[in-house]
């Protein structure tokens, strides 16, 4: 595919008021375009220009969901560390039984952490594209 001639030599210059220019920043923002020049031309030439859409309660639901995944995480890794320091009690009968115990609920509750986070990247992934 030819890339466009990117050999642009001329210059056009406009005065606008600032109320103008942030009705055009505004427009501007709420395209996929990066540079306020490659709009403007699309703008001019007649271009197809592609208008993004955010749904802000989607927005907030995916920041909720991000905090919670922090979270979840801060307490997996807060269980960790008490496995480890059961480990530490091995000599006692009653840490030991309870040990195991506590390790396989740990265990149901990590695969459940892991398919919330999974849930989480695929969502925040899909909405931040």
Known sequence: MERENSNKTRKITIRLTPSEYTVLESKFRTTTCRKLSEYMRKQLFGKAIISTYRNRSLDDFVEELIVLRNELNAIGNNLNQTTRKLHTLSQIYDAKEWTIGFELKQRKLF??????????QKISEQWFQ
């Open 111 to 120: 695969e459940k952490i892991n398919e919330i986070h999974n849930h989480i």
